[in-house]
């Protein structure tokens, strides 16, 4: 399971639709989060966006510890449609994040 909560998540997902006006606050609430946060989730990315399957999450996870050479933020904000990727990552493994979305407008 990933090692950031669906809130957080959620919360990346609603800056990441708004990345025109809400980098700064992305960018910002990326700082917040722990490396392990950090890595999970770039590991639900990759996994939403079908570089690894759900069942590989461990792997994913691994893999991006090993390849944390750019800063999360850069990554995310690079990445094309990554709220998308994040979303889609998270129903992947089991876990909505509509309810916290909402509650988050």
Do not use: C
Not at 3 to 21: D, M, N, P, T
Not at 23 to 28: A, K
């Amino acid at each position: 399971m990933p090692e950031i909560s669906k809130r957080k998540v959620a919360q990346i997902i609603l800056y990441g639709h708004e990345i025109e006006r809400a980098e700064n606050e992305l960018r910002g609430f990326l700082e917040t989060l722990s490396e392990e946060e950090q890595y999970s989730l770039i590991a639900v990315m990759w996994i939403g966006r079908g570089s690894f399957e759900p069942d590989d999450y461990d792997e994913a996870l691994e893999t991006a510890r090993q390849e944390a050479h750019t800063p999360t933020a850069d990554y995310l904000i690079g990445t094309p449609h990554f709220p998308d990727h994040l979303e889609s990552g998270m129903e992947a493994l089991g876990l909505s994040v509509s309810d916290e979305e909402e509650d988050l407008l």
